[in-house]
């Protein structure tokens, strides 16, 4: 495998990183989630999550971005 010559360009266009690090916080939101667990619906971050990895696995399959 190859690094394409154009990697840092690829990395500012591509929808599916951009989601996969939005995936990540949000995972890590998940984290600090019991500290505040009387403010915050339980499973708005698990929803926000699975959105996210959803939107990334969308954007790997349509590569016309």
């Known amino acids: 495998m190859k690094l394409n010559t154009r990697w840092s360009e690829i990395l ?11 995936a990540g916080i949000l ?9 505040f667990e009387h403010e915050i619906p339980k499973d708005v971050f698990a929803i926000l999550t699975l959105s996210a990895v959803t939107g990334a696995f969308i954007s790997r399959i349509d590569r016309s971005y």
């Open 12 to 22: 500012k266009r591509s929808w599916s990183i951009k989601f996969i690090v939005i």
């Open 27 to 35: 995972t890590a939101a998940e984290v600090v989630l019991p500290m």
